[in-house]
């Protein structure tokens, strides 16, 4: 009777433990975890509070809302990015991520949410006007990033005396004003948010290197996922949250329909 008893007490206290071990995978279920640089405004960045904030960090929010989850902002290397995705450390890559062939064959893609642009950014006094003139400058850009494709398929990429690579773009819009480099290859949605903080420092060229769009990368295989973030934001597009966001940020609706 006694050994009845004991192996009843045994299999009711597993039960508890798979039972709580289930309702615990089930609640990380509920959480999506998004791999971001908090470095990169107006996208997602760190507030004067330290909060991190940004487009695509309430345009997130916004999405994971309709699928009814919540969100983790995970601050990652840059460049690790796919590999963090891959591993399942993060569940999304979602901060100004660009649609790329290359990168097509390490993630899934929703739809292009977002233009952008390469652009070569200098001082607002430097004699620099167009791409010609950057021939035996140095410049800079941030590692492992679409700037390095859209320079490296340039042709002005040959004329330059050397390019320096950054963890992020504010070590290299600091070297730029310090005088260590002569321009800097950036986003165009990143510089235009730097220029209205800083007015009469800086200057973009006339010629931009490539136009390109914006995506969220999903790890290969989870097309569940894909799937039913793809719905969310066709639905704030539909409903209006997207342009909300967008007009909050930018000044006016530059979200892709």
Do not use: H
């Not at 908090?38 to 929010?61: H, L, S, T």
């Not at 591993?87 to 233009?115: A, C, Q």
């Not at 952008?116 to 590692?143: F, I, M, P």
Request: proline content about 2%; hydrophobic content about 40%.
């Amino acid at each position: 009777m006694k050994k009845l008893a004991t192996m009843i007490f045994i299999l009711a206290a597993a039960l508890v433990i798979f039972t709580g071990c289930s309702k615990s995978a089930s609640k990380e279920e509920d959480k999506l975890v998004i791999g971001i640089d908090d470095k990169f405004a107006p996208m997602g960045f760190r507030d004067e509070d330290n909060n991190i904030v940004g487009f695509d960090i309430d345009y997130a929010k916004a999405a994971a809302k309709k699928m009814g989850t919540e969100v983790t902002f995970q601050p990652i290397d840059w460049k690790t990015k796919e590999a963090e995705l891959s591993s399942g450390r993060i569940d999304l890559i979602w901060n100004g991520y660009t649609i790329t062939d290359e990168r097509k064959e390490k993630v899934l893609f929703t739809k292009p949410y977002l233009k952008n642009a390469q652009v070569l950014v200098t001082l607002a006094d430097s004699e620099l006007t167009k791409l010609d003139d950057l021939e035996g400058k140095v410049v800079g850009l941030q590692s492992l990033s679409s700037a390095s494709d859209a320079l490296n398929a340039s042709p002005v990429k040959e004329k330059l005396k050397t390019v320096t690579e950054f963890a992020d773009n504010v070590q290299a819009l600091t070297d730029l004003k310090s005088g260590r480099l002569d321009a800097v290859v950036i986003d165009e949605v990143v510089i235009n948010y730097y220029m209205t903080k800083e007015e009469g420092t800086f200057k973009v060229l006339d010629e931009s290197l490539a136009p390109e769009e914006y995506g969220i990368g999903v790890k290969k295989g989870n097309e569940e996922l894909l799937e039913k973030l793809q719905k969310a934001l066709d639905e704030m597009n539909e409903d209006g949250t997207a342009a909300s966001i967008s007009e909050e940020w930018f000044g006016e609706d530059k979200v892709l329909k």
